[in-house]
């Protein structure tokens, strides 16, 4: 097997197949290749925010999601402890999209037959074993069936991305997990209005939603210390860890599970270099946060976006380089914040008790449910919604009325504020000055000792914006 392409993407799923779709809809010779046979699994959190949900549908494949008989989210409920958000058509109205959940076997299929559709080649089971680089450029795959010549490589290819271990793409701000991931599939669930859930209560979070084929996707994020007495008996973790959710004991009350259980806990959160000499890494290849607030589905979608907008230009006028290097620089910017913000709602333990007094006091606001749906949705920064100038109005209103709480609550405002001062200080810090997570990446060479690892975007002594 061999061919002659503008761009190869390596991984055909909700990051790969958008990609390839979009770039031969510009008219590019483009090859999309998963060792992979479709449908079939791969872990996810299955929710979709509004954002992601508009990309499906101005790629034209929104409503054969829906014919799948995944329903249209309107409603969501976002539970903390004893806090509440609510949202509704009457909140949602401002997103032009509702939440949307889909099992992958289901979207990773119809986003393949898309990129085929839409005129991009398509090779399914078929292993990418190796690069072919020329002078420390990158110039197309080896597979099993053969070679594969491109201008560009892409690596679409999941965490253990064979893209990014082939060039050495090296990991920077490593975070290292608090949970575990859980969920299964039940059938038998009706409620009069289908709704989006996703939360957090004690020590156990959750999320939980209708899915496509009339199905019900229940899943549980557990503290990593409980994994090992989880995985001696999941079918009794999994229903105790949703039995913590009252919510969700009444939906799932005569429920029959369909399938087995899915546990996910060998993962790590991390940025990736995003670009070299002819390769680029776009979403989970790339950039990996803590599943709790369910933003890789979305991030992906955004992501294949906005690299396909970058390539068609970098191809068509030029810079190629130079266009690569301010994607790598945006999607770093774009993803720094909501990075932060999963790993500390996702950490083990209960929330600190000035989180949920922040969340409470929002939810309380004119407008607070919606701010909240933004920052979920990606359109808004969470520092501007839970800035420090709120943490510090919500120590005094909760010291006021919890006077006895004060010493605690202090503390965790001043631990809440050095976090955020820590970030600002790693923002500004060459990137790679921590080590990579994997003490055996090396830089790549094309086996002539010349480096096939990108420079930072941003000016040339490796720092971020």
Known sequence: MKGDFDVVVVGARCAGSPLAALLARAGLKVCVVDR??????????????????????????????????????????????????????????????????????????????MAEESGAQVLTQTKVVGLIADSGVVRGVRTEAGSLKAALVVGADGPRSAVARFTGAREYHVTHPGRFASWAYFEGVAEPHARARLGKVGDTGFLAMPTDDGLFMAGVGLSMSMLPAYMADTDRGLTEGLRQIDELSGVLGSARRVGPIRVMSRWRGYFREAAGPGWALVGDAGHFKDFTPAQGMSDALRQAERLASSIEAGLGRGHLADRLDAWWKWRDDDAWEMYWFANQIGASGPNPRMANEMIRGLSQEPGGAEKFLRVLNHDVAPSTVFSNRRGLRTLIQAGRAHPRQLPRLVSETGSLMREEARQRRLRRRPIFETSPADPSDQAATDGTGRSMHGTPPGDRRAELG
């Not at 079939?40 to 509004?50: F, I, K, R, Y």
């Not at 409603?75 to 806090?83: A, C």
């Not at 999209?97 to 393949?112: E, G, N, Q, Y």
């Open 36 to 113: 992979a046979r479709f449908p079939s699994e791969v872990p996810s959190t299955h929710m979709l925010h509004p954002a992601g949900v508009a990309i499906l549908e101005r790629l034209g494949v929104l409503d054969k999601m829906l014919a799948t008989g995944a329903p249209p989210l309107e409603r969501g409920s976002f539970q903390f402890d004893d806090i509440r958000i609510e949202g509704g058509p009457e909140v949602l109205g401002g997103f032009g999209a509702p939440w949307l959940c889909v099992r992958r076997v289901t979207l990773d299929s119809l986003l393949v037959g």
